[in-house]
């Protein structure tokens, strides 16, 4: 299934996205797309039978688009694990998978605004598949066990700043957490659609240039290991996410001088059968 949440900000009502490409609202069946319904299996399989029935109600295709889920509780971000990526920045591949944290704050709808944060020089661009959980994750032993937690994928766009990230001192947190720096969606896209996460394209271009070209298949550590992974050192519960990675192509990989984003900006990006995101950039 592709559910998605439509709507104004703050307002947004859940809807799935049928096999004909018509948005059909869910409300009547669920109170929202978030940890809840994901790890209820007798509420997803009432909204399958809906599905299926083709009875839901359409809705206006032109409503906002917003997150695809609701009341995250923590976005957790896995640094440089593309071999390609690794090569761009001179960086060697780590031996176990770097780990920071996004506020949820930070997560906007996929074509909502992004902003330049005021005193910004390096803001830079990351599209990234974001893994979304289903059931609380402890201690996992496997990477199978690490997939069968997962309940979907969405495309992420992993905004950064990389002086705030790099140059400022302590954690890469300031470079992450900027406002709006996690756009997030169109849909979540229910792993059942998505047999194998490692055979996915990823792409990106900023002004209709191309920018990120890459696969999943590049991943130094790939989707059911970092679930096992980040397992052992906090819980994962249903509606948190997970944001695997960037391909090579970023602006800080780039010669000088490097082409980081500016407001007036436009970036769209996509992962293969997950949907596509456009942002238009703007000043804090």
């Known amino acids: 299934m592709k559910l998605l949440r439509v709507g104004t900000a703050g307002a947004e009502r859940p809807a799935l996205l049928d096999a004909g490409g018509t948005l059909r609202d869910l409300s009547a069946l669920v109170d929202d797309i978030d940890g809840a319904l994901l790890a209820d299996e007798a509420a997803l399989a009432r909204v399958r039978a809906a599905a299926g029935s083709g009875e839901l109600p359409a809705l206006d295709a032109g409503l906002r688009v917003g997150p695809p889920l609701g009341r995250i509780g923590k976005i957790v971000c896995i640094g440089l694990n593309y071999h390609d990526h690794a090569r761009e920045t001179g960086a060697e591949p780590p031996a176990e998978p770097v780990v920071f944290l996004k506020a949820p704050d930070t997560v906007v709808g996929p074509d909502d605004t992004v902003l330049v944060p005021r005193g910004s020089a390096k803001t830079d661009w990351e599209v990234e598949l974001a893994v979304v959980i289903g059931r609380t994750a402890r201690h996992l032993e496997s990477a199978e066990e690490g997939l069968a937690h997962v309940a979907g994928y969405a495309v992420a766009h992993d905004v950064s700043e990389r002086e705030f990230q790099m140059e400022r001192g302590g954690t890469w947190d300031k470079g992450k957490n900027c ?88 970036v769209e990006l996509e992962v293969e059968g997950l949907g596509r995101q456009r942002q238009v950039l703007k000043d804090a």
Do not use: C, H
């Open 179 to 266: 406002e709006t720096f996690n756009p997030l969606g169109p849909w979540l896209v229910t792993a059942d659609e998505v047999p194998d996460p490692q055979r996915l394209a990823l792409r990106l271009w900023v002004n209709g240039e191309l920018k990120q070209d890459g696969t999943t298949a590049e991943q130094i550590f790939p989707v059911g290991e970092v679930v096992r992974y980040v397992s052992r050192f906090m819980t994962l519960y249903p509606g948190d996410v997970i944001n695997t990675g960037t391909p090579a192509g970023v602006a800080m990989g780039r010669p000088e001088p490097k082409p980081y984003l500016r407001a007036g900006d436009v």
